[in-house]
């Protein structure tokens, strides 16, 4: 029995002990709460006062202990790029911006109502897929250079029927300008294209049906030519470059990625437009002011990289509280697998986190300081990074535990692809209002540079033909247009 009583002091010394420490702790979180009216968080060794709701999302991060990491994480502090300056839900966005989001029109919503259904299973019919009226009309449609005929666009018109009514809501929609904007979707439940933020599902899937409605439009441009209107075929287009326009301003790459793809068909749509025998003057006048309205509120692609960084911190944090089967993307996990590298990336991810996160940053720091140059003046930060990258693959320190960046590599791989696109998406801008000004008889565009080389663009006459093309790089065709200057 006296052999416990040291025990028994021991314990009690203990219970002070952490007693001592939260009344301590309270005291300092009530000072801390007396200057910003939030809790103060130590963070790196320094007392910022960093409400801890601005972690939300990523509050691993809050508890980095590498002074290489705690000086990247207050770049992005100071720049405003958490997740939680990023992906506000309307609770937590100021007060005068939630009341204007209130009273718009998120057409992400619309769109992700009026298509999610043709991706799932009929429960009446397993065998039956309403995906099937998509395909028919993707089946269709042409490949290569645009043109839909009349025997086509009657075989598929009894289908077309059926989206007539989603295809006029969308159109309702993008008529308000003023009202109608492209947003995450804030959700409780998992769907396609959704991450979690401060435990909220937010669903950036609806980016995936753009084609789908651009689709509808491409088959309206069709009819249209067929009854010679090439007003409405113009309306048309005009639709798919709003729509796009607006999904282009959504800080996240897989949406300006979706939106890149609709719009650069839509120039080979347009090719066929402006090519019409019943193309005029009116109608080059009218393209003239809805290219200008493109070029002139271009949203940098700075945006998309800045809000990817955001996604990817918010990535790291689900790695770590539920692993990387349930963090990473499927295509992810199978690149891993095809390299036997799973569970190295798991413990390696364990022990070198910091070091991840450190290189990933670091990195990504870079490509948004160059993202608002040429793409040719980009290669050399984007050849640099992909080296050292490269360089750490197959590393293991003294125990064999690997020393590789796996969630950085994975996050870094397609980020060169993906400036292209961007860049081919912006070039295929510029190329056609360049084009559409020389038509017009405004022959001075040098000011107007292809975002590839920082150059002019290269405008010549077609041999025997009332007609300017416009040449890009990177772009495989010209874009020809007839010339109305003078009439």
Known sequence: MLKQIPRVYWAAAIIAAVIAFYIYSGFQRHRGGERTGQSVRLFGGNDFDIPFSRFAGAETFRSATSKELI?????????????????????????????????????????????????????????????????????????????????TLDRVRPTLTKFELRQQALRNELKQTRTTHFY???????????????????????????AD????????????LLDGNIKEAIDSLAYIFRITYLASKLQDVGTRTDAAHVRLRAFNVMQRVV????????????????????????????????????????????????????????EELRTLERRN??????????????????????????????????????????????RER?????????????????VANLRLQNVDRFMRLFVQDRSAVNRALVAVLHSLGQTNTNSYRDPFTGEPYEVRRVEDLPMVEVKAADLPQPFRVPVFAGE
């Open 71 to 151: 000086a990247e994480i207050e770049k992005v502090i100071d720049q405003e790029g958490l997740p939680a300056d990023v992906f506000r839900g309307l609770s937590s966005i100021p007060e005068e911006e939630r009341q204007r989001l209130l009273q718009s029109t998120n057409i992400a919503v619309t769109l992700h109502v009026s298509f999610r259904d043709y991706y799932e299973i009929d429960s009446d019919d397993p065998k039956k897929l309403p995906k099937d009226d998509l395909e028919k009309l993707w089946a269709a449609s042409p490949l290569g250079t645009w043109d839909i005929d009349k025997e």
């Open 341 to 386: 590298m799973l569970d190295a990336a798991i413990r390696g991810f364990r022990m070198y986190h910091e070091d991840d996160k450190i290189f990933y940053l670091r990195s990504m720091q870079k490509i948004l300081d160059i993202s608002r140059e040429p793409l040719i003046k980009r290669q050399d930060v984007l050849n640099q990074i992909n």
């Open 184 to 210: 995450y979707i804030f959700e409780s439940s998992e769907s396609l294209g959704s991450f979690s933020y401060g435990g909220t599902r937010v669903n950036t899937g609806a980016s995936k049906y753009l």
């Open 275 to 330: 090519l019409d025998p019943n193309f005029e003057r009116q109608h080059m006048i009218f393209l003239r002011t809805m290219l200008a309205e493109q070029y002139q509120n271009w949203t940098s692609e700075y945006a998309a990289w800045f809000g990817d960084r955001a996604r990817t911190l918010m990535l790291y944090q689900h790695i770590t509280m539920d692993g990387f089967e349930n963090a990473l993307e499927p």
């Open 390 to 406: 490269r360089s750490k693959e197959y590393t293991y320190d003294e125990n064999g535990v690997s020393l590789e960046p796996f």
């Open 213 to 224: 409605y651009a689709l509808l439009e491409e088959y309206a441009i069709a009819q249209a």
